[in-house]
């Protein structure tokens, strides 16, 4: 079935070094993954996606890097600041007609100043 | 930069009581969803909403759960008769095209069944 997960419920990181975020998928068929930013009190906020077609995708700041072989994914969040604290999901969706988006469980990024 | 809406920000209800969730979604907007987090849990799918009917559900959006598009900006989410297990974070989120189009999310409701 489809699966959308994290290594890590939570991640320390000292201001300006960067962050990696982790998450696994199991199912085959996913073809979408996007990053969202939770932070505390608000609704996700899309951060980048990656189609299945690519393995790595650069934003401002941010990189998603996509292992199809091992059904892996990763956020590297470079120069970490104070405001990227928060929960990031790693979420799927799939072509096809599908059109919901399965989140995973989350990881609560913490930025020590 | 447009964004979703959601009113109210806090809602509190009895047992038993129906409620209505709003939600304005991105103006050009086609595709509408329906979102809720449990306190601590992750963000789980409701339903999607194309071409004024439903495209796809989930299980926990059951007989209890409605939409709407009452007008052309407003989209609603009714709860017929809330449980206390419907106490939960509601997203609303709205995308320009199906599937693979960006999903863009509301601030969401905060629901509490008492």
């Known amino acids: 079935g489809e699966s959308v997960g994290l290594h890590l419920p939570t991640l320390s990181v000292q201001e300006g070094d960067n962050s990696i975020i982790n998450c696994a998928y199991s199912?085959?068929?996913?073809?979408?993954f996007i990053w969202y930013k939770q932070e505390s009190g608000k609704g996700p906020q899309f951060i980048i996606d990656i189609r299945s077609n690519m393995d790595k995708r650069q934003g401002q700041r941010v990189t998603v890097l996509l292992n199809k072989t091992v059904k892996h994914l990763s956020l590297q969040i470079a120069a970490t600041q104070p405001g990227d604290s928060a929960v990031y999901f790693c979420a799927e969706n799939r072509a096809g007609g599908y059109q919901k988006v399965t989140f995973g469980t989350g990881t609560k990024l913490q930025v020590i100043p | 930069e447009p964004e979703v809406t959601q009113t109210p920000s806090h809602q509190v209800t009895q047992m038993g009581q129906e409620v209505i969730l709003r939600c304005v979604p991105i103006?050009?907007?086609?595709?509408f969803y329906w979102y809720r987090q449990i306190l601590g849990q992750k963000v789980e799918f409701l339903v999607s909403f194309y071409n004024n009917e439903i495209s796809e559900k989930s299980e926990i959006f059951d007989d209890q759960f409605s939409v709407e598009r009452p007008d052309g900006s407003n989209f609603t989410l009714k709860i017929r008769s809330t449980k206390l297990e419907d106490s939960a974070m509601y997203f609303c989120a709205s995308s320009g095209g199906p599937g693979t189009d960006t999903q863009y999310f509301g601030p969401g409701t905060r629901l509490t069944v008492l």
């Open positions: 199912n085959s068929a996913s073809d979408y």
């Open positions: 103006s050009n907007h086609l595709y």
